[in-house]
């Protein structure tokens, strides 16, 4: 679960927050390892391999029965490797831009437009179709997204997960230090406003320090004022996609009646309680990436 205004650091047992640490540090090294190592092939591989996970805890959420959870599951390997080696999808180091627009805007519309007023009505479909036609495109798109950033460079990638990270982090400490009142008290009780205001204000200066690399990173327009505020615009769109896609999460965990999507990371929960924000925020990034990058 992203930390949101988390409660206070006080109130979690010291042990289990040195086993978060640890288990954060050795995915940090590992994601950071495959990251800038792996080509994009190998890459697009190893985190299909997390979103086919991600997909057991997500089938198991929408309350699928062993026939139907694996029928969503198989899902997702059958269209990753299709995409990654098939000829017709065009991947060699990277998809042409086409692939990636057809998938990832349709997910980028879900976070835009059918999150909110699902998160306000508290949805609960009962079509398992519907969950899963929405499983599919939130992980499908999120991991081409991924891949596609990884294959332009391995930096920008970092750059749009570390947008999240940050979030994640500012929310923590200004959530306990300030955190008053109630975010989503239904879905998510201890996140706070103050928190939000915290991850809007520290990925504004994350996005002011990433202004000097613009360049380097492929922007070919004009360094201006006006851009830079577009930028750090778009970084604050982007930050609540975030928050988003953390609520969201909770609220198909709220509705399961679990308190983490599964038990893999110690200290974490599951796959999805880690990537929660990240599905709403990838697609998002690897458009903007489409749109202004060469």
């Known amino acids: 679960m992203s930390a949101v205004g988390l409660p206070a650091l006080s109130a979690r047992p010291a042990p289990m927050l040195l086993t978060r640490v640890f288990t954060a540090l050795v995915l940090a090294v590992a994601v950071l390892a495959a990251l800038f190592l792996l080509p994009s092939p190998a890459w697009g591989v190893l985190t299909l391999a997390a979103i086919v996970v991600a997909a057991v805890e997500w089938a198991n959420l929408a309350g699928y029965r062993a026939n139907a959870r694996w029928l969503f599951v198989a899902g997702i390997p059958l269209i990753g490797l299709n995409l990654l080696f098939s000829p017709a999808a065009g991947f060699a180091q990277g998809w042409p831009d086409g692939v990636v627009l057809a998938v990832c805007g349709p997910a980028a519309l879900f976070w835009a437009m059918v999150m909110p007023p699902w998160l306000r009505g508290h949805w609960k479909p009962q079509s398992p179709l519907m969950m899963a036609v929405v499983g599919w495109l939130v992980l499908i798109a999120a991991w081409v997204a991924l891949v596609a950033l990884q294959a332009r460079s391995p930096w920008l990638a970092l750059a749009a997960m570390a947008m999240v990270w ?55 327009g004009q360094v201006s004022a006006a851009a830079v505020a577009a930028w750090v615009a778009l970084a604050l769109l982007f930050t609540a996609l975030a928050v988003g896609g953390d609520l969201f999460e909770s609220l198909l965990k709220r509705h399961a009646g679990v308190k983490d999507s599964g038990r893999l990371l110690p200290g974490h929960g599951g796959i999805l309680d880690r990537v929660d924000a990240q599905l709403a925020v990838l697609p998002a990034a690897a458009l903007a990436a489409l749109a202004f990058l060469r």
């Open 166 to 220: 940050v979030a994640d982090i500012a929310a923590y400490f200004s959530g306990r230090a300030f955190g008053r009142r109630k975010l989503a008290p239904s879905i998510s009780p201890g996140k706070t406003w103050e928190g939000v205001a915290g991850a809007l204000a520290a990925v504004a200066l994350y996005a002011l320090a990433l202004v000097p690399l613009a360049r380097q990173a492929g922007y070919a």
